[in-house]
């Protein structure tokens, strides 16, 4: 029941049509909401009108941070450094006030310390967890040393979106800068010898609401419709300075992906969205999050699987096994990786980050940034970003979020061969009459969380409920996997794409957030299923303990919620099974 792209298709894809658009990309500062922006997005926009694309350019209200001169005046001389996104202005004359040095800046390093109204300094990039933790410490500055020479910007808002009017005060409170690593090491070295230094901060940072694009750009399938579901294949078009690889390498690929599509139009069995977002890099992700809101209904209704794609092509970015999927997703992303790119997907899970805003809606998704410099042991200021530990991939390269990042940090063949990653994916979801969405894989991967959180916990709490409903979600998928694999298109593929997607409805916003279906979790990372955060917590906690029973009652409401999505799951495919299975005998 799939369609594999053929050799032919793959092949069409046009590398030196491709590095024609980085040039272009190359030519604008793109921050979040500035003029420049929206012309390269003009261009944008020419290109998929030329492809057959229904375009709409939307300019919509957004909270957008945009950084401006910073300098730390220290003794020995002043220290180069760059503010952040949503850090605080300095005050005039400049923040200053006596430097206490935390290290790592874990809990228990800020527990030791009284920095009410002091600077702590810490050692790696700017991120939303240090800032909150900082803030709700009281601190008055973060300066913060990074790994290199090289000095990255960073948005620090834990705030996912445009805040609401009870999230605009989760945003940092504290003046934030980063140094180069000499310059952090100096002063560093400069504190043991004299506690209690003060430095001055000089921060300017242009925090407001703004007017910012987003571009939409559609393609009916051949049996259009209003309401015909759609393949959400997206990426973001806004940069910290030129941005070239990041992300203008993403833009070329999903002009190209929509191009060669699109000449193959006919065999589609639905319809393509390809959406350029503003507001990701200076907005923590504004643009998706008000598309979601404002489209809630028919995100619902209409969105199969969101794509994702992030600084592809980039010099030296050998490494594509470590990119991310969705447990239901793996299996089309290992086939992808492995065609296209000849590795091995090491089957991460999806990160809270890259305009993935639309879990609470039930959309599944795949992807994110592709790309990485292979692991060296080196220091690499985005390899913090995209998660450590025993890992293949080690970042994006040095110049990631630098003014550095420029067409000569571009290499076509990388280019080439991550939009075919890409490439080959999209058409899967275009042509397969089934989707490739694999909920079997799903609830292995759910039973491997919970009887390893089962044998943490002991007897403190019993999930055997979700294990048994996981073991019947495992047993009904695999029985409808088995007879997907011998349909032909038709009234029956319509059948199995529904059960499909009232499953990813049921279980998505499960896997992937904590709050309702309609808000936004922090931008913070999140373990799998978050809601089952207390019972995690109840493994250290002394049985008995006032914790432990407020634990218990955040637990207790964890289960009941996810025994019911899985209820709510198992219906779904047990309607189709049946369905199918009376269909069958009629025929």
């Known amino acids: 029941m799939k369609s594999t792209p053929s050799p032919e298709l793959i092949g069409a894809v046009d ?80 923040l200053k006030a006596e430097v206490v040095d935390l290290g790592a800046g874990s809990p228990a390093d800020f527990a030791r310390h009284d920095v009410r109204g002091k600077i702590v300094m810490v050692d790696g990039i700017a991120n ?99 309401d015909e579901p759609f393949v959400f294949f997206t990426g973001h078009h806004d940069t910290w300075y030129y ?101 091995e997907f090491t089957d991460r899970r999806m990160s809270r980050a890259g305009d993935q805003s ?22 690499n200021a985005s390899a913090a970003v995209f998660g450590g530990g025993n890992r293949l991939g080690h970042g994006t390269g040095w110049w990631w979020h630098t003014p550095d990042d420029l067409l000569d940090k571009i290499e076509e063949p990388i280019l080439v061969r991550d939009t075919k990653i890409y490439l080959h994916t999209v058409w899967r979801l275009l042509a397969d009459p089934v989707l490739p969405l694999d909920w079997a894989e799903h609830a292995d991967y759910l039973t491997g969380e919970l009887t390893a959180l089962q044998k943490a916990v002991g007897d403190r709490f019993d999930l055997s409920v979700l294990v048994s409903r996981a073991a019947e979600l495992k047993t009904r998928a695999a029985k409808l996997n088995g007879l997907i694999a011998k349909m032909d298109d038709g009234d029956a593929a319509r059948r199995a794409n529904e059960a499909l997607i009232a499953v990813s409805r049921a279980l998505v916003p499960l896997d992937y957030t904590e709050c309702d279906r309609f808000e936004q979790d922090p931008a913070i990372a999140a373990p799998p299923y978050p809601s089952l955060r207390p019972v995690r917590e109840m493994a250290g906690v002394e049985p008995g303990t006032d914790r432990f029973k407020f634990l218990s009652v955040g637990a207790f409401r964890a289960r009941n919620r996810i025994a019911w999505g899985l209820r709510d799951a198992i219906a779904a495919l047990d309607a189709a099974l049946e369905d199918l299975s009376s269909s069958r005998k009629t025929a």
């Open 128 to 226: 939303p967890v240090m800032s909150r933790r900082a803030s709700l410490a009281g601190a008055a500055g973060q300066l913060h040393i990074s790994p290199h020479e090289h000095t990255h910007e960073m948005c620090i808002s834990p705030v996912w979106g445009s805040p609401t009017h009870e999230t605009v005060g989760n945003l940092p409170s504290t003046v934030v800068v980063t140094v180069p690593l000499e310059g952090g090491e100096a002063l560093r070295a400069r504190l043991k010898q004299t506690p209690g230094i003060e430095v001055t901060i000089e921060a300017e940072v242009d925090t407001r609401w703004r007017k910012t694009p987003i571009l939409v750009c559609d393609m009916d399938g051949p049996q259009g419709g209003k």
């Open 358 to 379: 639309f879990w609470g809606i039930g959309v599944s998704a795949i992807f994110g940034n592709m790309s990485e410099q292979p692991a060296t042991g080196e220091a």
């Open 15 to 94: 590398g030196p049509l491709m590095m024609e658009h980085m040039a272009e990309f190359a030519k604008w500062r793109k921050e979040s909401g500035v003029p420049e922006e929206l012309k390269s997005l003009e261009y944008v926009e020419a290109r998929m009108k030329e492809y057959g694309f229904r375009t709409e350019l939307i300019l919509h209200d957004a909270y957008i941070s945009l950084p401006g001169k910073a300098v730390v005046h220290a003794p020995g001389g002043d220290i180069r450094c760059i503010t952040h996104s949503f850090s605080r202005s300095a005050p005039k004359g400049g």
């Open 243 to 343: 941005g070239v690889m990041d992300n203008g390498g993403a833009n070329a690929t999903m002009i190209e992906v929509g191009r060669v599509c699109a000449e193959h139009r006919k065999e589609w069995k639905r319809g393509l969205r390809i959406v350029f977002w503003s507001g990701h890099s200076q907005g923590r992700y504004s643009g998706s999050s008000w598309y979601a809101e404002q489209n809630w209904e028919e995100l619902e209704r209409r969105a199969l699987v969101h794509v994702n794609v992030d600084s592809t092509g980039g010099k030296g970015n050998t490494v594509v096994a470590d990119t991310t999927a969705a447990a239901e997703l793996r299996n089309l992303a290992r086939e992808a990786i492995r065609d296209q790119g000849q590795q």
